[in-house]
């Protein structure tokens, strides 16, 4: 090996060394420890095989985990996706102050969670809470509820929230490739006597198949792993109607001191992002083999 290319190799070295050092060796210690039963503060662990897993197959709270976590990802990703798509279809057009609009839309993700949870929180808070406060200015005190204390309601709270926050990175995805759709197929359609909805079905969603398909990944993913939202609102609750992944494997590692059980959670996460990871790889090949086909 020459010189000049050992020294290449070298600059690498320090990437790898982190990428090990915070990545690969979390992920293989986490799942050595799903197999013990350990508190997380006592140097013994005691090993335990799978039971870890099988406690969490009995685990009612995993199913409601499970439930929440599928209810979230559908609600908001549908929800985000429609609004960004509308969004992004009306400011492609040369609106008045269409820039300022952008940037309003794009600020509810630069505020950090904590912000966030605390502005919703005082929003949602059923004595001096905003929304409640508001709803009797209007003589609307029948629609008061106690929005982060009855389960059914806490969960669409916390996906409210979401969808405020994160609508705008939807909308500027979307309006990024729609800039890509060239303008002489809007002009064939218009000659063909298509109005704007027409080519808007017949032109502009066929056309952005592979970001309804990016979004729908990152907005699975993302779901999987939410956690600052219900923590600072909810902290899970009530009865876990708003738990998460996440909000769980905290649970177990700092509240019940259960690391095994956590770890376990943990490990499962990981599975089902590998699922969605290859699901994502089968589309985008699929995609990449119309190209080849096509040219």
Known sequence: MKKNELSNYLFVVPIIILFIGFIVYPIIYNIVISFY????VNIHKDYVGIANYNTLLKDPVMYKVVNNYV????????IQSTLGVIFASLL???????????????????ATPAIIGNIFSKIFETNRGYLNGMLRALHLDSLCQQWLA?????????IFVNIW??????????????????????????ID?????????????????????????LGMIGSLKT??????????????ATEFFSTYINTKSFTLFKQGESSAI??????????????????????????????
Not at 92 to 110: A, C, D, E, Q, S
Not at 150 to 158: N, R
């Open 266 to 295: 943990a490990v499962t996460m990981i599975f089902i992002a590998l699922i969605i990871t290859a699901v994502q790889l089968k589309f985008y090949y699929r995609k990449d083999k119309d190209k080849e086909l096509a040219g």
């Open 165 to 190: 926050q994160w609508t705008g990175n939807s909308m500027l995805i979307y309006y990024a490739n729609m800039l890509n759709i060239p303008d002489e197929l809007y002009e064939a359609a218009k």
């Open 92 to 110: 492609i057009h040369k609106v008045k102050f269409g820039g300022l609009y952008r940037t309003l839309m794009y600020l509810p993700i630069v």
């Open 71 to 78: 209810i979230f990802a559908l609600s908001t990703i549908l």
């Open 193 to 217: 006597g298509a109005n704007g909805f027409k080519a808007f079905v017949k032109i502009t969603l066929p056309l952005l198949r592979g970001t309804h398909y990016t979004l729908f990944i």
């Open 150 to 158: 009855v389960p059914k309601i806490a969960l669409g709270c916390i």
């Open 227 to 240: 956690f600052d939202i219900p923590y600072m609102l909810t902290r899970g609750g009530p009865n876990h």
């Open 37 to 40: 039963s350990w508190n997380g």
